[in-house]
């Protein structure tokens, strides 16, 4: 049951990154990967800035998206590079 609320929550980030940082987006499973590596992070990135969002369904996809906003910045940056 927690791989399908993970890939659930990868994909609602994935897709939520790629509307907000414009053009970016990879497909179904892309978006899915990107959401998940995304959540990975802000698990790191968020605490370390000592932002807590809190627990639950809807703060990790808050968080998730928050990470795979931040990897798809950096992949677009590397892309004009």
């Known amino acids: 049951m927690a791989i399908i609320v993970m890939?659930?929550?990868g994909a609602v980030a994935?897709?939520?990154a790629g509307k907000i940082v414009d053009g970016y987006g990879f497909g179904?499973?892309?978006n899915?990967?990107?959401?998940?590596?995304?959540?990975?992070?802000a698990g790191f990135?968020?605490?370390a800035i000592g932002l807590g969002i809190g627990g639950g369904l809807i703060?990790?996809?808050i968080r998730a998206?928050?990470?795979?906003?931040?990897?798809?910045?950096?992949?677009?940056?590397?892309?004009?590079?």
């Not at 899915?32 to 992070?41: D, N, P």
């Not at 998206?65 to 590397?78: D, R, S």
Request: aromatic letters at 4%.
């Open 14 to 16: 994935g897709w939520l």
């Open 32 to 41: 899915i990967v990107v959401g998940i590596l995304g959540a990975l992070v």
């Open 59 to 61: 703060a990790a996809i």
């Open 65 to 81: 998206t928050i990470g795979a906003v931040i990897l798809l910045f950096l992949i677009k940056l590397v892309k004009r590079a």
């Open 7 to 9: 890939l659930i929550v």
């Open 45 to 47: 990135v968020l605490p």
């Open 28 to 30: 179904l499973i892309g």
